[in-house]
């Protein structure tokens, strides 16, 4: 099932796409009431998705990111793979949906993209064994990990180079009916592909990372967790467009623009 965040007429809901996503002209959205996270509950509103804005799929409280999980885009940037999954925050607003755009920041000169699954959490959880995993995880959707990598190695840590306002997209919707073992996880930019890799290639897997991370938080429904990204990262212009695709889940697209 592919659930959504629309907004139409000034009021904003969640939904259920449906239709076939290489025929946009297809694609539905089923207004549901209230939050998604238990049984649906449609209120009989179907748009043409046309028609709607598609808003980020979630508002996490929080992001918690994984670095170079993925050993040949560690080793492209001259990193070993960690002993233990490196972990980070991106802060709440730094989420943007698929309609809206990265804003340049005006302290970086080399603002990156890096593809990536990411799994939204859809149950308050704590200290997940690796067998009960399946039962927090709400679905899949695709993020872009916008980094200021010039920023990230002049400072060393990594609040402001992967935190900047709009740095972390996400979308188009979550898929909640998809196995993460192995999907084709593609960027392009301007339609040029740029990187291309399977999340078979991971160090380690959504499962070792929730387990990992719910050892020291409790994770809330609808926060995120980014996997990390497989080789191929690279900068962004002003005026560019950059797609992440996911196998099972769809593209999310977004134009970069110069900050305000």
């Given at each position: 099932?592919r659930i959504a965040r629309f907004s139409i007429d000034g009021n904003v809901s969640f939904g259920?796409?449906?239709?076939?996503?290489?025929?946009?002209?297809?694609?539905?959205?089923?207004?549901?009431?209230?939050?998604?996270?238990?049984?649906?509950?449609?209120?009989?509103?179907?748009?043409?998705?046309?028609?709607?804005?598609?808003?980020?799929?979630?508002?996490?409280?929080?992001?918690?990111?994984?670095?170079?999980?993925?050993?040949?885009?560690?080793?492209?940037?001259?990193?070993?793979?960690?002993?233990?999954?490196?972990?980070?925050?991106?802060?709440?607003?730094?989420?943007?949906?698929?309609?809206?755009?990265?804003?340049?920041?005006?302290?970086?000169?080399?603002?990156?993209?890096?593809?990536?699954?990411?799994?939204?959490?859809?149950?308050?959880?704590?200290?997940?064994?690796?067998?009960?995993?399946?039962?927090?995880?709400?679905?899949?959707?695709?993020?872009?990990?916008?980094?200021?990598?010039?920023?990230?190695?002049?400072?060393?840590?990594?609040?402001?180079?992967?935190?900047?306002?709009?740095?972390?997209?996400?979308?188009?919707?979550?898929?909640?009916?998809?196995?993460?073992?192995?999907l084709a996880v593609t960027c392009t930019v301007n339609g040029e592909l740029r990187q291309a890799?399977?999340?078979?290639?991971?160090?380690?897997?959504?499962?070792?990372?929730?387990?990992?991370?719910?050892?020291?938080?409790?994770?809330?429904?609808?926060?995120?967790?980014?996997?990390?990204?497989?080789?191929?990262?690279?900068?962004?212009?002003?005026?560019?467009?950059?797609?992440?695709?996911?196998?099972?889940?769809?593209?999310?697209?977004?134009?970069?623009?110069?900050?305000?």
């Open positions: 099932m259920v796409v449906e239709g076939e996503a290489e025929r946009p002209d297809s694609l539905v959205v089923h207004a549901l009431a209230g939050h998604p996270f238990g049984p649906p509950q449609p209120t009989g509103e179907t748009h043409r998705l046309a028609d709607v804005r598609l808003l980020t799929p979630m508002l996490p409280s929080k992001i918690v990111a994984v670095g170079r999980n993925y050993a040949a885009h560690a080793a492209e940037l001259g990193n070993a793979v960690p002993d233990v999954p490196l972990t980070f925050f991106k802060p709440s607003t730094a989420v943007i949906g698929p309609t809206e755009s990265i804003a340049y920041p005006p302290f970086s000169a080399d603002v990156q993209y890096e593809a990536e699954l990411a799994v939204v959490i859809g149950r308050m959880c704590r200290e997940v064994p690796a067998e009960r995993v399946p039962e927090v995880v709400f679905g899949y959707t695709c993020a872009n990990d916008v980094t200021a990598r010039d920023v990230q190695q002049r400072e060393g840590q990594w609040a402001r180079a992967k935190g900047f306002d709009t740095s972390c997209p996400l979308g188009p919707w979550i898929e909640t009916d998809l196995d993460p073992a192995d890799g399977r999340t078979s290639q991971m160090v380690r897997s959504v499962a070792d990372l929730i387990v990992h991370i719910s050892e020291a938080m409790t994770l809330l429904p609808g926060d995120i967790i980014l996997t990390g990204t497989p080789s191929g990262v690279g900068p962004l212009n002003v005026g560019d467009e950059v797609a992440v695709s996911i196998e099972g889940i769809g593209t999310l697209a977004n134009k970069v623009i110069k900050r305000g």
